[in-house]
């Protein structure tokens, strides 16, 4: 179901990077359905770089699907021409380093489709200084958790506020089931959090504190 919703968010004949493409479902699918042009399957480890060459092979698909053994970004090459780059799976924090560290890569043309596993609001940080502009963003609930997909788009200078990096912009608006329930949950972490360090009080860093409450006021005003 995650890889059907990024799915959905590639554009029409796009040309296709995806990183971290472990077995290259996902050009691999988006291929045989007609809907992309081209693609290149990036993988850094060489046990899955096989998967995706041994998916892309059974498919017949070899004219069409580039399969690269290369650390994040660096699997586009300029004759590409990519117009849109998926990045799923990995934390937030390990996205925004390969975008950070790829810039080079980058022509400021493409759709960016993620799909962090926890540490969104980093990666919007990196969105928003970058100059990119969040497009869409939607949470589901697959498995026993909850994921996020953050779509941007290079567009100039972009300002979010603090809660809107921390609970993505465009949730804030639609307030979604999936979001809500997300967040109902989060809240009860959070104060179980909370009443735990008041049990271990010096055992915790005043500002680790602060900024606990500080989510858990946050988190209460937008579910209030």
Known sequence: MRLERVAAQVPAGARLADIGSDHGYLPVALMRRGAITTAVAGEVALTPFQAAERSVRENGLQQRITVRLANGLAAIEPGDGITAISI???GGETIRDILA???AHLSG??????????GEQPLRQWLMENGYRILHEEVLRENRFDYEIIVAE????????????YFGPLQMQARSPAFL??????????????NNFARARHAVPEEKVQEIARQTRWIAELLA
């Open 109 to 118: 043309q493409e759709r960016l489709i993620l799909q962090p596993n926890g």
């Open 101 to 103: 560290s790829g810039k």
């Open 154 to 165: 290079r567009a100039g200078a972009v300002m979010y506020s603090a809660e809107e990096l």
């Open 181 to 194: 329930v997300k967040w109902q949950r989060k809240l009860r972490l959070k104060q179980k959090t909370l």
């Open 88 to 90: 799923c799976g990995m």
